[in-house]
């Protein structure tokens, strides 16, 4: 056996009891990390693991990028997701394909026997190539945890604009958060929409939640006032506080005739006014 | 008080036919003594700034011929366009629909000499 296949010939040989020895150390190891994993899933990723790795291992070529390790590639992936959603962290994910290293290299010694070089030679592309696994592993965890932040991004994006109803012809648009450009565009294309499916005439936009008002967020919020306008419904924005007030003033930005309110409670009142309603004490 | 009349939109207008559109307006105007004229653009999905400016170009004639002109009917993705396009068509009146700018109408020319204040720039 050469130093170059001699991995691949002790995967074959010794694959139960590289198996049964490594299952050992990661049961030990999921024991003590924050993610949870079954013993009886352990053991089956582990065996389908080496099955994949053999196939692999077969094609002769080490270069973990290569073609022929796709489908090693691809079950790593499928593996670093599962243990994103699963609570692991990335060293505890990357654990799986390390401490494989142990049972590989013990039998490699003992299949090297005397041969010291040829010992040294194969567990050098054993670790290479483990360790291109790992950080693979690592990368896509890395990847996938970015992927759940982002999708996260987007729904608080949607869950923060909500439209709602205050009375016949009327919707508020409570804003929490800063307003940026992406925001901008969800906030016009719901509140516009609303309008027509509720055939309403006032929008108010309440802005207490919104932390600073630079001249760009007031930018955004002309836009949505001419678009509502531009769709014959009317606008008020209410919330402002006393910080945005001088702001607004010190930036020099007009307001363009908008008619603004400091609460909510005074935006409604003049709301139905506008749209002829009264009420009054029984 | 004389009639209002409607103009509906629908196909997507290229010069001739906006030359033919501003000609066949007035005309109709002055024959009818219209006081108010209504646009319709429900049927619009796409909007341009030849078709603002067109809008506009409209509205002003209009305003001439003592008859005040509401848009109606616009689509909130032609809003949308619009204001990015930084065309907000000032000037011009706007209603949701036919039945909010037929009221809008008569509010307006019953005030005479005052405007609204909320619905116009």
Do not use: Y
Not at chain 1, 6 to 20: F, G, L, T
Not at chain 1, 88 to 101: G, R
Request: hydrophobic share 45%.
């Amino acid at each position: 056996m050469s130093a170059k296949n001699s991995i691949s010939v002790i995967i074959q040989k010794r694959r139960a009891e590289i198996q049964n020895e490594w299952v050992r150390l990661l049961t030990a190891a999921v024991a003590s990390s924050k993610g949870g994993i079954s013993p009886k899933d352990l053991a089956q990723q582990a065996e389908q693991f080496l099955a994949v790795l053999d196939t692999a291992l077969q094609s002769q070529n080490l270069n973990v990028g290569a073609r022929e390790w796709d489908g090693v590639r691809a079950f790593l992936e499928d593996l670093s997701r599962q243990r994103v959603l699963a609570g692991f962290a990335s060293d505890e994910t990357a654990t799986f394909i390390f401490s494989l290293k142990r049972p590989i290299f013990a039998a490699l010694r003992e299949e090297s026997g005397n041969d010291a070089a040829q010992l040294a030679e194969a567990t050098w592309r054993a670790s290479d190539l483990l360790d291109q696994l790992g950080l693979h592993t690592i990368k896509t965890f890395q990847k996938a945890r970015e992927d759940v932040i982002s999708r996260q991004q987007q729904e608080l994006l949607e869950l923060s604009t909500p439209v709602v109803k205050l009375w016949d012809g009327i919707l508020a648009l409570p804003m929490i958060g800063t307003l940026d450009s992406a925001r901008t565009q969800i906030v016009m294309e719901s509140l516009l929409q609303k309008i027509v499916d509720t055939e309403s005439q006032i929008a108010i936009i309440d802005i207490t939640g919104v932390p600073t008002v630079d001249t760009l967020v007031a930018q955004h919020l002309l836009k949505t006032v001419t678009a509502l306008r531009l769709m014959g419904a009317d606008c008020i924005i209410s919330g402002v506080r006393p910080q945005i007030a001088q702001t607004i003033v010190h930036l020099g930005v007009d307001l363009e005739g908008v008619t603004t309110k400091a609460n909510l409670a005074d935006a409604l009142a003049l709301a139905l006014k506008r749209t002829g309603v009264t009420f009054t004490k029984l | 008080m004389g009639e209002f009349l409607l103009v509906t939109i629908q196909v997507d207008m290229h010069d001739q036919l906006a030359l033919r559109l501003q000609d066949d307006l007035t005309s109709a105007i002055e024959k009818k003594s219209a006081k108010g004229v209504l646009i319709d653009i429900s049927a619009l999905e796409m909007v341009d700034s030849f078709i603002g400016r067109m809008i506009a170009d409209i509205s002003g004639m209009a305003r001439i011929l003592d008859a005040k002109t509401v848009l109606v009917g616009m689509q909130p993705a032609v809003a949308i366009t619009l204001v990015e396009l930084g065309l907000s068509l000032p000037g011009v009146l706007t209603a949701l629909n036919v039945e909010r700018g037929m009221q809008l109408l008569r509010r307006v020319l019953n005030d005479v000499g005052s405007d609204d204040h909320f619905i116009q720039r």
